[in-house]
């Protein structure tokens, strides 16, 4: 079974930063494409950045220029720099990792989801 948990949501001012870290779990030999979605109240679930096992990186226009997608592929992991946060950005925050697959190339996930993490921008 693979799970996926964040860390590192909280409360900013606006113009703060955060950084959130996703971390897999599980048999895991592999995963594709990560990536970051969000959900304010009444909204959504929106993109926000999405990174391949390769390192291409992909971005809402809404972030680009302020947010950061990297990852660790020896540690299965996905992380989100988060600069100049704007009260907009004010969401919950998800993890998602596509393609996940064991030792043998088994398919562990297609796509699996984190919980979410809270990320609140106010003054």
């Known amino acids: 079974q693979v799970q996926l948990v964040e860390s590192g949501g909280g409360l900013v001012q606006p113009g703060g930063s955060l950084r959130l870290s996703c971390a897999a779990s599980?048999?895991?030999?592999?995963?594709?494409?990560m990536g970051w979605y969000r959900q304010a109240p009444g909204k959504q679930r929106e993109l926000v950045a999405t990174?391949?096992?390769?390192?291409?990186?992909n971005y809402a226009d809404s972030v680009k220029g302020r947010f950061t997608i990297s990852r660790d592929n020896a540690k299965n992991t996905v992380f989100l720099q988060m600069n100049s946060l704007k009260p907009e950005d004010m969401a919950v925050y998800y993890c998602?990792?596509?393609?996940?697959?064991?030792?043998?190339?088994?398919?562990?996930?297609?796509?699996?989801w984190g919980k979410g993490t809270q990320v609140t921008v106010s003054s």
């Open positions: 998602n990792a596509r393609d996940v697959r064991s030792s043998l190339g088994y398919l562990l996930g297609d796509s699996v």
């Open positions: 599980g048999s895991i030999f592999s995963i594709g494409a």
């Open positions: 990174i391949t096992s390769g390192g291409s990186t």
